[in-house]
């Protein structure tokens, strides 16, 4: 699968020489159900998961963030973003349909579209950035969680904290800004030690 297959007409970006990234680690906050702690070469960043924690089994609807690996593949952007993915301007059009049933489920759509889907430009900031993930992609299992991206999160009733997302990864508009949002391989919910 390529980003332009996955979200048509982003742009490659030019890589910096291939050196081995560390996965990006994703645990829950302690005391805060609905936060994350993502941690990355020294990094420490807090985020917002789904309403329902993080979960084994992601279902469509369920409010969960899929517990595994999760790469990013490719971004829509409202403004240009030093993103070191794929990416291009959110178009009107865009969408990512959310309908089990339809053969378009969790993948990119041109709207108007007859299913059920979300619009991936929206006026209240979510998706200034949405980055497009692998979950759910191959195989993709109708049903089985779509639309999980890492945007733009929602500022709570007392600012700093942040609000609960459906099931995506959401930071700071501050953290996109500034370009620390790290754009590797996710471990959500996954120690990534060795059993011994």
């Known amino acids: 699968m390529t980003p332009s297959s996955l979200l048509p007409g982003v742009r490659p970006v030019r890589r910096e020489p291939a050196r081995r990234r560390r996965p990006v ?20 960043l807090r985020a917002a998961m789904g309403r329902s924690g993080i979960a084994a089994l992601k279902r ?25 993915l794929p990416q ?43 980055v497009v993930t692998d979950h759910n992609q191959r195989p993709r299992v109708a049903g089985g969680g779509s639309a999980i991206f890492f945007h733009v999160s929602r500022p709570g009733a007392r600012g700093a904290d942040l609000r609960p997302t459906e099931g995506c990864l959401a930071f700071p508009q501050a953290a996109w800004q500034r370009a620390v949002v790290p754009l590797s391989t996710y471990l959500i919910g996954i120690d990534p030690r060795p059993c011994r």
Not at 28 to 44: A, C, K, N, Q
Not at 101 to 123: D, I, T
């Open 25 to 44: 680690l994703v645990r829950p906050r302690p005391g805060h159900p609905t936060e994350v702690i993502v941690s990355h070469e020294g990094r420490v």
């Open 60 to 84: 469509e609807g369920d409010g969960a963030t899929p517990r595994g690996r999760v790469t990013p593949l490719a971004a829509l952007t409202r403004r240009p973003v030093p993103l070191p």
């Open 88 to 130: 291009r301007p959110a178009r009107a059009q865009d969408g990512w349909c959310d309908a089990p049933a339809s053969g378009r489920y969790n993948a990119y759509v041109k709207r108007p579209f007859a299913a059920s889907h979300e619009a991936l430009r929206r006026a209240d900031g979510l998706y200034d950035v949405v």
